[in-house]
């Protein structure tokens, strides 16, 4: 979000500077919404030329995924193929993500500059109507992009490739963030006209007068507004949520465990019926199938929203909704206790500091209560089926638990994106050319932070490294360098394997694994019994 606003604000203020000069409210609208239309097809475009789906030729493309296919069934984790097709997912993520934020920042610029139109400002009820307008314009879009995938994607052997495949997931993944980012900020708009009597600029800022000028009663009621919101959010998420979603994946096999883990995908998805009917019968070769593109039947079929993408949708809006009225409502408050004076810039620094520190605290609560519910399989004096019971339900609760800490990170992106956004101003109002001050800033910040970003801590996140400590293609290739050039680091290597493969043997007779890699790393429970011995010394065969 920090980058990819400082970025967008660079172009938008290239067009307010240069293009829209002088033109209507309603050329204004059109020239902005052809930019979101661009930032949009870019993201397709760029995303497929990643994922090798447009770069790559159709026979490098099979070969690649049926070397992957062979790499993927053997675990074989350092083989060139399943080690080029994880970082194709990494890039993908990483470029997704940026460009989708992006994406969204020129939504919000285009529907937001909308709201700020003559006719839609009179009041808090025609600058809602907006939104509507928004959803369907974009929800065609959204369509229209994905049957022309569908029909690319299945235009020679009919069916999805693990390249094509990936393609159309950080597509619609993308896309969700952008619909969850300019639908929740337009309504925030509204909902601080409702409450202050002015609506915030496109880009939901005040004036100064306006800013230092809220009373306790307007903060607590866009506070609550924000609580409602997530009140909303667990409402639905627990509406739609599935325990047997949640029992299934639990009785996954140590195969599967290990697959996805390292292929990054999350345990609790899962195709619906919905997107099985769209992309056909399971294939024996572990693809989906899909049926020949006839007519009317891509019409049928791809042409509608699955139930899945709407609740996604509205989760996420949700949530970011829940941020912007947290982040605001800190922003009032800040204001209006007079510590920063009038000056915006320490302002922005002083909200940024202290929405950190109370959004940190709570992180660490909620992720300590998550933990514990997610824990409690581990009471014996239960039944099975109460036990069974207890833990879905937790599992279930740790979930949305995680989903209003990611809202809450959200809420902390929001604030140092500001307060970094007003010192790129300040420091930029002070040249002779602001724009190409701001402009040599915001890549300077983007050439530090993302490639950072898109080589620690995505593959932390991509294959659930938090979960170990570390990431395991990256262990492994360290290690079989370390292997190859020197004899007691193979050793070495060697113990460590088979301390771990004491673990897993530990933990699959119970306890779960934080304690049995409490016990094996901790020098507790010297007893190792004849099944963990033969499994821990023949690890380093195995893998």
């Known amino acids: ?41 870019m993201l397709q475009v760029l995303l497929g030329w990643i994922c090798g789906v447009i770069s790559l030729s159709p026979q490098e493309r099979t070969d690649l995924c049926a070397a ?27 470029g997704g993500t940026l460009l989708a934020h992006i994406t969204g920042f020129a939504a919000i610029n285009a529907w937001g500059g909308l709201q ?17 307008l928004a959803v369907l314009f974009c929800g065609v879009l959204n369509k229209t992009t994905e049957v022309i995938r569908f029909c690319s994607n299945t235009g020679t052997d009919r069916a999805l490739d693990p390249l094509e495949k ?23 708009q509204v909902i601080r006209f409702a409450v202050s009597g002015i609506l915030p600029d496109s880009e939901g800022g005040e004036d100064t007068e306006t800013l230092f000028s809220h009373t306790w009663p307007q903060i607590i009621a866009l506070e609550g507004c924000g609580m409602i919101g997530i009140i909303l959010c667990c409402a639905v998420f627990f509406r739609f949520v599935s325990v047997e979603e949640n029992e299934d994946s639990d ?9 996805r883990l390292l292929d990054g995908e999350d345990s609790a998805d899962s195709l619906s019926d919905e997107a099985v009917g769209c992309f056909g019968e399971v294939s024996g070769r572990g693809e989906y199938y899909a049926p020949p593109p006839l007519p009317g039947q891509v019409t049928k079929e791809v042409c509608m929203f699955p139930i899945e993408r709407v609740v996604e949708m509205l989760l996420g809006g949700l949530g970011m909704g829940f941020a912007w009225c947290f982040f605001f409502g800190s922003q009032w408050f800040v204001a209006m206790t007079g510590v920063c004076g009038i000056d915006e810039t320490q302002l922005q620094v002083a909200v940024a500091m202290s929405v950190s520190v109370v959004s940190f605290a709570w992180i660490f609560l909620l992720d300590k209560v998550a933990d514990a519910l997610q824990g409690n399989d581990e009471d014996e004096e239960v039944t099975a089926d109460v036990h069974l019971q207890a833990r879905m339900r ?14 809450i990170g959200i809420i902390v992106g929001f604030a140092w994106e500001q307060c970094f956004d007003a010192a790129v101003d300040a420091v930029a109002s ?19 932070i993302c490639p950072a970003w898109a080589s620690f801590i995505l593959p932390m996140v991509h294959q659930k490294g938090w979960r170990f400590g570390f990431v395991a293609t990256q262990v492994a290739t360290y290690a079989k360098a370390l292997t190859e050039e020197d004899e007691e680091s193979a050793k070495e290597y060697e113990r460590l394997l088979s301390a771990l ?24 429970g010297a007893a190792v019994s004849q099944p963990e011995a033969q499994c821990a010394g023949g690890v380093h065969r195995v893998r």
């Open 251 to 259: 009785e996954e096999s140590d195969d599967a465990e290990f697959e």
């Open 394 to 407: 937790g599992k279930i609760v740790g979930r949305f638990i995680r989903r209003v800490i990611s809202a």
């Open 501 to 524: 493969a004491l673990v897993m043997a530990r933990s699959q007779a119970g306890g779960g694994v934080p304690q049995a890699a409490a016990a094996v790393f901790g020098g507790a």
């Open 116 to 132: 700020q139109a003559t006719v839609f400002r009179i009041s808090p009820v025609t600058c809602l109507l907006v939104i509507p």
């Open 166 to 188: 990936v393609w159309d997931e950080e597509v619609k993944e993308a896309e969700n963030e952008i619909s969850a980012l300019y639908v929740s900020f337009c309504v925030v």
């Open 430 to 448: 002070v040249s002779s050319n602001p724009l190409l001050v701001q402009t040599i800033l915001a890549l300077f910040c983007a050439a530090l």
């Open 68 to 94: 992957y296919k062979v790499a993927r069934e053997k675990k074989l984790i350092l083989d060139p193929a399943y080690q080029r097709v994880q970082q194709i997912k990494i890039r993908a993520n990483a």
């Open 1 to 41: 979000i920090f980058c990819a606003v400082l970025l967008f604000s660079c172009v938008r203020q290239g067009m307010d500077q240069t293009l829209l000069v002088g033109m209507s409210e309603g050329q204004a609208f059109l020239w902005r919404l052809l930019a979101q239309v661009v930032w949009y097809l």
